[in-house]
């Protein structure tokens, strides 16, 4: 797309898929903070949790909460001004989110199906987030 501006044409290089993934992944991250909230206290009532377990995986679900918010304001920024470092960052934070969706896929205290459904989803939208990123890092550097 080119934009023309006193006799200059400018291209604009932001990404709208990107930008679609990242609001897509917004609502779909508070679906997953909620049934993760809900399968935590339903774990803990229905199965007994080992000493400071339940802290665990309660604390790793809030610094999940806030790294996604984070990553999703620093992708989004980036991607909507141009800028490579916002976009590096949120790539980062990107990285730090899969490993903390793949504690609760894979090693916390109790996995129930559900818990392998919603992180699965959510694996899958970090994957194609971060084809895009650097697809998007890649034609904003050119």
Known sequence: MAAVRRGRTSS?????PLQILFYLNGVYYI???????LMIIYKSQVFTYPDNFLAL??????????????RLYFGSKGNLTEEEA?????????VGSVILSVYFLVWQTYVLRADVIINAVLLVTYGLEGILH???IAAFVS
């Open 12 to 16: 604009v290089l932001s990404s709208v």
């Open 86 to 94: 916002p976009l590096g960052i949120c790539l980062m934070i990107t």
């Open 31 to 37: 679906f997953y903070f909620l049934a993760t909230l």
């Open 134 to 136: 650097i697809i998007v």
């Open 57 to 70: 995986d309660l604390i790793l679900l809030l610094t999940m909460a806030i790294l996604e918010a984070i």
